[in-house]
């Protein structure tokens, strides 16, 4: 097959050709955003899945989604070492200033932004990453108490009542949620509460990993009912057939039925996974149909592919330590296993072996779907650390 020609975007937050199986979200979405515009009650949106599963760019197209409905969006990513008002800030000013060009919110665009600069202004001492223009002089009293929980709930109403003038809505898209510090999470949680009391257009529709759901309700007691939580996972027998022949077929090539099915054996469904499949079956196969035996000629590329980047860039960040614990956790299988089970793998006890443990799963790499059970993160990292620790 023509390399130029192949449809498969084996990428981080690469759009692919075909976002398949995930209608279904994309649409609630929709129905929430209609239902806030009508000053009715919704819920935001805490999507949470592995890694791997198309998280980001699911984020992604809902933000073109609801934005092809007239509705203002901002897109943040969090990483690790940025604090929230640091991201929220510069993004919110934008949205904002947009805002305030139209005539019927200029008035309450300019009153949140004087709400902006207090609270950049106040929090600056706390935390240094904020750096924003400030538009408007501040004005005393708003949003410039100091306390971030109070001073964000501020901002956020004025931010509402400025929606509200435009008749529009802001809707906030955060990735990567689980790397938000608590304190700073339940701020964000508590400003939507209020602006939800408000009936004021303010949705959240965030992203993270399974962890995010515990570190919400931990947060604030009572986020579950602020938030839906939808799992994004593998997909579906019929959304992989999807996301394999539709490509190629707008290419004018097919898979012949063995090859779709093996693909589905090797990427358990996962979309990366499967894009990377793919495209190096794509690009070994020499015409087409692309057969089962052009799929097993590019597994052990796909493969090697997959642990140099997708793989290792996650390896390379951990300790010895923590290497040692993944590989234990790794000998016992893909998991979920009881914390108990790996520590006797490494003749340690619980309590000695628990600070990398809470290490791992703040660097996202492991994480607790029940009381003392212990999960990867990332699809099939327990072949890769079999592989990687034999080398």
Excluded at 46 to 57: F, S
Excluded at 279 to 295: M, N, R
Excluded at 355 to 366: A, H, Q, Y
Excluded at 382 to 390: C, N, P, T, V
Aim: glycine share 8%; charged share 25%; aromatic share 6%.
């Amino acid at each position: 097959m023509d390399p130029i020609d192949n449809p498969y975007t084996p990428g981080a937050g690469t759009q692919p050709h075909e976002l398949a199986g995930r209608d279904e979200l994309r649409n609630n979405l929709k129905i929430t955003i209609a239902r806030v515009m009508r000053a009715k009650p919704v819920k935001s949106m805490l999507m949470v899945g592995l890694r791997g599963v198309g998280k980001t760019v699911l984020l992604e197209q809902m933000r073109q989604d609801v934005e092809a409905m007239g509705v203002h969006t901002i897109y943040i990513e969090a990483p690790e070492n940025r604090s929230l008002p640091s991201l929220l800030s510069p993004q919110l000013r934008l949205g904002l200033l947009r805002l305030s060009r139209l005539e019927k919110s200029k008035e309450a665009a300019i009153r949140a932004l004087k709400a902006l600069a207090g609270f950049a202004k106040s929090l600056k001492v706390t935390f240094g990453d904020i750096e924003v223009g400030f538009d408007q002089e501040p004005e005393a009293g708003l949003a410039d108490n100091g306390d971030l929980e109070a001073d964000l709930t501020a901002l956020m109403v004025e931010v509402g009542h400025t929606a509200k003038a435009g008749e529009t809505a802001i809707v906030m898209f955060i990735d990567e949620l689980q790397y938000v510090r608590s304190e700073q999470f339940a701020a964000l949680i508590t400003a939507l509460h209020r602006c939800a009391q408000l009936k004021l257009p303010v949705v959240l529709v965030g992203a993270g990993l399974p962890q995010l759901r515990g570190l919400a309700g931990n947060s604030k007691s009572y986020a579950e009912r602020l938030f839906n939580y939808p799992e994004v996972g593998a997909l579906g027998e019929e959304a992989v057939k999807e996301a394999i022949i539709n490509p190629a077929k707008d290419e004018g090539v097919e898979f012949d039925d063995e090859a779709v099915d093996e693909i589905i054996h090797k990427t358990q469904g996962y979309p990366y996974f499967i894009q990377e499949w793919g495209s190096h079956t794509w690009d070994l196969a020499e015409k087409s149909p692309i057969t089962k035996g052009d799929v097993v000629n590019s597994t052990d590329l796909t493969i090697a592919k997959l642990d140099e980047s997708f793989f290792r860039v996650r390896f390379d960040r951990l300790t010895p330590k923590e290497k040692t614990y993944l590989n234990e956790m790794a000998k016992l299988g893909a998991g979920p296993h009881r914390s108990g089970d790996i520590a006797d793998s490494m003749k340690k006890k619980v309590s000695d072996v628990a600070p990398v443990r809470n290490s791992l799963i703040k660097k996202g790499m492991i994480w607790a779907p029940n009381h003392g059970d212990t999960a990867f993160t990332v699809p099939l990292f327990d072949e890769f650390m079999l592989r990687i620790m034999e080398e």
